[in-house]
């Protein structure tokens, strides 16, 4: 059996601080999240500024110009490709950006400028161009455009260097200790940080499961990664990183291939150890049809009756704040737009952390079929267009002839049944259907196989 580790992050909501003012300390915390925004685009800039000041942008633009001269010669006259002379981040180009960095702001802590350094060169060497095969930092440098830049507060970075979790066995509650800035002392005294001892909120039958993954990073069997702080839509959250030990895959046959399909009348089958047949069509009519012969499926999701309840409950509130609004008097009215569409944003926002946890259920819950089957391999049929539009978890809960904006995200179901599937060891393809093939009226997509 192969093994692998797994990187998780667990989203905490902070209740409060317990050595200090709260509401003091998130005006800080917004202050620290606005400069590390300027800490990560003077970053950019100085390694572009070095890398300019180095010629290296010439180097690259002379690379470039050969490497694709040489991809345009046929392979019987190519001779030996050369590799790119200039590196994205060279161990000088560190030093001096990193000694720049923590000149430029003195009030940061430094653990959280090396993070911010470290994350950067990750994300530079990795980020793709667009409608490009080289890489983008060296369109950047060659002064093709991309120079990426942040326009708003970016999440304070810590790890167990500067940060620290605690158990107050006493109260039964959890802190946070966290060191995020620097306070110069004077008289040659080295600088001192503020300590915000974080109060988490995990209390309550909900959270258990946060507690117990809370209790196996302090204990040492999940090892803490770098994590942040950061501001989201209704208050400040530690986003904490932690990596799991190695497992055990299990044993899983390639030749069993189960195939999932959103139905019509529940919300998805799961057809195990059944044989799919594509029988083509004619012109211009759409993909080939598709049959899965043999067996029967599972049925999960149950029968989806929590779908079409919530989605009815939702529906009926927005139309009733709606006409309530509607007939409203004028000082009712007379508080802006802002005001009149914020409770029907929590509406939007409650459908759509649904979806994603009863997506985040059955792909869980097909993984966990396919490792009892023994099956490695799943196929997922993806519905697009009006096909999309005609299964039970589009449908259900939906009055009829009236229009609303209570979709399915199918896509979002494939991203978290590739990534299940990837931890599990489980081929995964996905199969679009429903899409307008090409050369269709229309602006669809042919079908196809994307892994």
């Not at 399915?408 to 179901?413: K, P, S, T």
């Amino acid at each position: 059996m192969s093994e692998t580790k797994t990187v998780k992050i667990e989203r905490i909501k902070v209740a409060g601080v317990e050595n200090g003012d709260f509401a003091e300390a998130r005006q800080r915390w917004m202050h620290l999240a606005d400069t590390m925004r300027r800490v990560t685009n003077d970053l950019r800039m100085l390694w572009f500024s070095e890398h300019f000041a180095a010629s290296n942008h010439i180097a690259v633009r002379n690379w470039m110009r050969a490497d694709t001269t040489w991809a345009q010669t046929p392979k019987g006259e190519r001779g030996k490709r050369q590799y790119c002379p200039v590196r994205c981040w060279p161990a000088e180009i560190v030093k001096t950006v990193y000694a720049k960095l923590r000149h430029l702001h003195p009030f940061v802590h430094t653990r959280c400028v090396t993070l911010a350094l470290n994350t950067e060169q990750k994300s530079m060497k990795t980020a793709k161009a667009k409608r490009s095969a080289y890489p983008r930092w060296m369109k950047t440098l060659a002064g093709d455009g991309e120079f990426p830049s942040s326009s708003g507060p970016l999440p304070i970075l810590f790890d167990k260097k500067n940060g620290r979790l605690n158990y107050r066995e006493k109260e039964n509650f959890w802190t946070f200790r966290l060191y995020i800035d620097r306070l110069p002392s004077g008289n040659g005294k080295p600088a001192k940080s503020t300590e915000d001892v974080l109060r988490l909120k995990t209390g309550g039958r909900r959270l258990r499961k946060l507690r117990n993954t809370l209790e196996l990073i302090a204990a040492g069997a999940w090892e803490f990664k770098g994590s942040r702080l950061a501001y989201q839509r209704d208050g400040w959250y530690l986003l904490l990183c932690y990596q799991m030990p190695s497992q055990e895959k299990p044993q899983l046959d390639r030749d069993k291939t189960a195939y999932l399909s959103p139905a019509v009348d529940r919300p998805v089958h799961l057809w195990v150890d059944t044989k799919h047949i594509e029988v083509p069509r004619k012109q211009n009519t759409g993909g080939p049809l598709t049959l899965l012969v043999g067996g029967f499926p599972l049925y999960l999701g149950r029968h989806g009756r929590d779908v079409e309840h919530l989605r009815r409950s939702l529906l009926v509130q927005r139309w009733a704040r709606q006409e309530s609004y509607r007939y409203a008097s004028s000082a009712r009215k007379g508080h802006g737009s802002k005001k009149a569409v914020e409770k029907l944003k929590k509406l939007s926002l409650r459908w759509r952390d649904f979806v994603k946890g009863y997506n985040e259920r059955l792909a869980a819950d097909v993984v966990k079929q396919m490792v009892n089957s023994g099956t490695g391999r799943l196929v997922y049929f993806q519905p697009e267009g009006r096909r999309a539009e005609r299964r039970f978890l589009a449908t259900a809960g939906k009055v009829p002839e009236r229009r609303d904006s209570t979709g399915w995200d199918w896509f979002q179901l494939k991203t978290l049944l590739a990534r299940r599937c990837q931890e599990a060891g489980i081929a995964f393809v996905c199969h679009k259907l429903g899409a307008k093939p090409a050369g269709a009226k229309g602006n669809g997509r042919p079908s196809g196989e994307h892994r």
